[in-house]
């Protein structure tokens, strides 16, 4: 896990540069006891700081550090107004925990008289979900949620089909073919904003250049071993940028990639 000393350590050092921070890459955050204190640290520094969680760890005590932290953004998961639905997309979860974790963060914000954090219900959109997006936006309403935002899901082997892939291709990225096949909708140009805006820094202090680089394959530097501003305009770093301009398509996370793709629907 990630730990607040080599935190802390990278905060100082970027801080002034920092505009906004997301604490999430490929697991749930609040299983690390050092959260919401790392959480506080860069509230503290000013920096704009915003989370994503399937809320199943949001009990009371919870929700109350979670306000007291001053996180600013919460981003809930919540897949399936059914448990039927939600777990056939979140895997042993469980959809009340979701709305338990929910009621407790909307009390701790009265209880604390606090705006923030703002709250928003993910509901990424898949086949077996696609006729609940009006019952999420009801449920969100009836329990006090900010805001309902629909995602368009990232799916492996699509080409021939896959049973996640929505039937109403509003809430898709991929199209399907005159042949039967099916392809992104995206065209693949060759840019990308992220690579000279933002990047993930992984628990271990390694950097990838976003996070599509779910296995962390293209590692660009290692804050424990370098500053972030030698890291950032290393030989490594810009050539990986210049690749994305010569030739995205032969970058391989780069050919499921959402950059020219509509994700919010």
Not at 50 to 79: C, F, G, M, P
Not at 117 to 135: G, R, S, W, Y
Not at 163 to 185: A, C, F, M, Q, W
């Amino acid at each position: 896990m990630l730990e607040p000393t080599f935190f802390k350590k990278t905060i100082d050092e970027i801080y002034k540069e920092l505009i906004y921070l997301t604490f999430y890459f490929q697991g749930e955050p609040y299983l690390n006891p050092n959260f919401l204190d790392m959480v506080k640290y860069a509230s503290d520094k000013g920096i704009y700081t915003s989370t994503s969680t399937n809320a199943h760890y949001l009990n009371k005590e919870q929700a109350k550090k979670t306000v007291e932290s001053k996180l600013d953004r919460l981003i809930i998961s919540i897949d399936g107004t059914t448990q039927e639905t939600y777990e056939h997309y979140r895997i042993g979860g469980t959809l009340q925990k979701v709305i338990d974790g929910t009621k407790n963060i909307i009390e701790a914000k009265k209880d604390l008289n606090s705006k923030t954090p703002h709250i928003v219900f993910q509901f990424l959109v898949v086949k077996p979900n696609e006729h609940q997006l009006e019952d999420v936006k009801k449920l969100a309403a009836e329990l006090g949620v900010n805001e309902v935002v629909f995602k368009t899901a990232q799916v492996y082997d699509f080409e021939n089909g896959n049973p996640l892939i929505p039937e109403n291709v509003k809430y898709s990225r991929y199209k399907k073919n005159s042949d039967g096949t099916y392809s992104i909708k995206n065209k693949l140009l060759n840019q990308c904003w992220r690579m000279w805006s933002s990047c993930v820094v992984t628990w271990d202090g390694i950097v990838v250049p976003c996070c599509f680089d779910k296995d962390a394959k293209h590692q660009l530097g290692d804050l424990k071993k370098q500053s972030f501003p030698e890291l950032w305009k290393s030989a490594k770093y810009q050539y990986f940028r210049q690749s994305i301009l010569k030739s995205r398509q032969e970058i391989d996370i780069c050919r499921n990639c959402s950059e020219g793709t509509k994700v919010w629907a």
